[in-house]
């Protein structure tokens, strides 16, 4: 009696801590805006696909943006917010200056939604499905994107300087930057998948080009045509050199290869704890698109602002 009292007490208790933890992540939910702004997503699709026809860049460039929105206080748009005299937001941080762009495409898409549903949709809400509906545009998988998110009134520009992981990274300090998110190995790997399109400066890359050993000799010395070992800072190379305007799973491919552009990328694959999620992508592109559909909803949902935090910015750049 005793074992079937404490047995009940455990699931009565796990019962307790999982509808708490749905109840947290309950208040993002995808029909958020369904009576309020119902033509919200295709407001959004027909301004991105306006968009990538005018540049086809910006697919990788939204991943980037929201990608260094959540990890710095959570998926709450503080990124899009510009300096001005009073305010110090995060565009100018170290990992942000002169590298993240596409802020002006959520503007435009922000303008739009606001003048079908005026002060409704937040701008850290446009800018998820602004980035899901860039990677379904370059080929690669869609997902349902929880909303209800709103707008911070702050920026941290030393949490962006702390919390981005940059292109020099090992292994270990990817998997603890991650970490302190709450995404594991397979979110790291998965999600480094948005290296499969996109471009890198050559400051970002000069050193493993120039001075690592695991990395294939003629992919280091035709890259260092365009990245001299001095000068050339923002001259600009792709980090899929084998298809680098669609989203598929070459990247990895390439990993295996030792063909990764950034250090950082090459550090999943080398000899490490995820060699094998490395492998499983390169073979697979279903088992990759699936983690990465997975693993961006997982990071959408770090430490949104909901209910009365925050606000619905009425420009994404600035505050109400």
């Known amino acids: 009696?005793?074992?079937?009292?404490?047995?009940?007490?455990?699931?009565?208790?796990?019962?307790?801590?999982?509808?708490?933890?749905?109840?947290?992540?309950?208040?993002?939910?995808?029909?958020?805006?369904?009576?309020?702004?119902?033509?919200?997503?295709?407001?959004?699709?027909?301004?991105?696909?306006?968009?990538?026809?005018?540049?086809?860049?910006?697919?990788?460039?939204?991943?980037?943006?929201?990608?260094?929105?959540?990890?710095?206080?959570?998926?709450d748009a503080s990124v899009l917010l510009a300096?001005?005299?009073?305010?110090?937001?995060?565009?100018?941080?170290?990992?942000?200056?002169?590298?993240?762009?596409?802020?002006?495409?959520?503007?435009?898409?922000?303008?739009?939604?606001?003048?079908?549903?005026?002060?409704t949709v937040s701008c850290a809400d446009i800018l998820a499905?602004?980035?899901?509906?860039?990677?379904?545009?370059?080929?690669?998988?869609?997902?349902?994107?929880?909303?209800?998110?709103?707008?911070?009134?702050?920026?941290?520009?030393?949490?962006?300087?702390?919390?981005?992981?940059?292109?020099?990274?090992?292994?270990?300090a990817l998997i603890s930057s991650f970490a302190n998110q709450g995404l594991n190995l397979r979110d790291l790997v998965a999600l480094s998948g948005a290296h499969t399109f996109g471009v890198a400066r050559c400051a970002t890359f000069r050193s493993r080009i120039y001075n690592d050993a695991n990395i294939e000799p003629v992919f280091a010395r035709s890259t260092q045509a365009n990245c001299p070992q001095s000068g050339g800072d923002t001259n600009l190379s792709p980090l899929d050199i084998s298809t680098p305007r669609a989203f598929d799973n070459a990247y990895y491919r390439n990993l295996l290869s030792r063909r990764g552009l950034l250090h950082s990328d090459q550090e999943l694959f080398n000899n490490g704890s995820a060699d094998s999620i490395v492998r499983s992508y390169a073979a697979s592109s279903f088992v990759f698109f699936r983690d990465f559909a997975a693993a961006m909803v997982?990071?959408?949902?770090?430490?949104?602002?909901?209910?009365?935090?925050?606000?619905?910015?009425?420009?994404c750049s600035r505050v109400n």
């Open 1 to 75: 009696m005793a074992a079937t009292r404490s047995m009940s007490s455990l699931a009565f208790s796990l019962l307790v801590l999982l509808l708490f933890v749905c109840t947290a992540h309950a208040q993002l939910r995808p029909n958020f805006y369904s009576s309020t702004c119902p033509n919200l997503h295709r407001i959004v699709q027909n301004a991105m696909r306006t968009a990538v026809r005018n540049d086809r860049r910006l697919p990788a460039s939204m991943i980037r943006l929201f990608f260094h929105d959540c990890f710095v206080n959570g998926c």
């Open 83 to 119: 300096d001005t005299a009073t305010f110090t937001g995060e565009q100018n941080a170290f990992p942000n200056r002169n590298s993240i762009r596409g802020m002006n495409v959520v503007e435009t898409i922000k303008s739009a939604v606001e003048a079908a549903c005026n002060a």
């Open 298 to 315: 997982k990071m959408g949902n770090i430490s949104p602002l909901t209910g009365s935090n925050g606000e619905i910015r009425r420009v």
């Open 129 to 172: 499905l602004a980035t899901r509906d860039g990677v379904v545009l370059s080929g690669g998988p869609s997902w349902t994107v929880p909303l209800g998110r709103r707008d911070a009134r702050t920026a941290s520009q030393n949490a962006a300087n702390s919390n981005l992981p940059g292109p020099s990274s090992s292994l270990s």
